[in-house]
């Protein structure tokens, strides 16, 4: 089975610009988490998607939103970009949402805010 | 309101030595717990999980980590050490009314010496 794949790797933005960062969980999987990592906040969860809805969102602006769609896959999208929203964006997929379930993690997007 | 704390922000151990990670939470409800790992520019991978069955808990490559209610602890550890085992450990914590909301720690960095 392919693991979560998520695209692009590698993005460079300017600020004030948006992004947005898509996420392929393993087939058969519905919840869809967000994660960013950074030096100096470690890992810091974002949002949940279960079913095209949000269950939860992590303690991040407004300008952090995403979405998803019948077919699972996530996107996530940034506008009015920060040099402090420079980090490794993790995708994570899950079979069903509920706390006790594994959630398996992509390669992430290192994204580059100038 | 949930926390993880990873007691050892960096371990050092000679290879063939029994590696010991420490991770202490703090949850209002009964807690799922998970031992990742991220090799460096990989992805994060799951090591084993704790769900409420048994305390001691078997995972991949040799861990085990024994979740120990008294003590609010979750140690991982590995009887002998392997070169491949340097990495960045996270323990984490899930709870079943949040959905897939995982609370990470900062992670333990493991050396292993030759």
């Known amino acids: 089975k392919a693991g979560v794949t998520q695209t692009p790797r590698y993005l460079i933005k300017t600020r004030g610009q948006q992004v947005t960062l898509s996420c392929s969980p393993i087939s058969g999987h519905r919840s869809v988490s967000w994660y960013q990592q950074t030096p100096g906040q470690g890992l810091q969860f974002l949002f949940e998607?279960?079913?095209?809805?949000?269950?939860n969102k992590g303690n991040f602006p407004g300008r952090f939103s995403g979405r998803q769609f019948s077919n699972s896959r996530s996107e996530m999208n940034v506008s009015t970009l920060e040099l402090g929203d420079s980090a490794l964006y993790l995708c994570a997929s899950s079979l069903a949402s509920g706390g006790s379930y594994e959630q398996y993690f992509g390669p992430g997007t290192r994204l580059t805010v100038t | 309101a949930q926390s993880v704390t990873q007691l050892d922000s960096h371990v050092s151990v000679s290879e063939g030595t029994p590696v010991l990670l420490r991770c202490n939470y703090s949850s209002s409800y009964s807690p799922s717990l998970f031992w990742y790992v991220q090799h460096p520019n990989k992805g994060l991978q799951l090591l084993l999980k704790y769900t409420s069955a048994a305390t001691l808990v078997k995972g991949i490559n040799g861990f085990e980590a024994e979740f120990k209610k008294s003590e609010t602890s979750f140690h991982l550890t590995k009887p002998s050490a392997h070169m491949s085992d340097a990495a960045e450990y996270f323990c984490v914590v899930s709870l079943s009314n949040t959905g897939n909301q995982f609370y990470f720690g900062t992670g333990t960095s493991l050396t292993v010496i030759p």
């Open positions: 998607y279960f079913s095209e809805t949000q269950r």
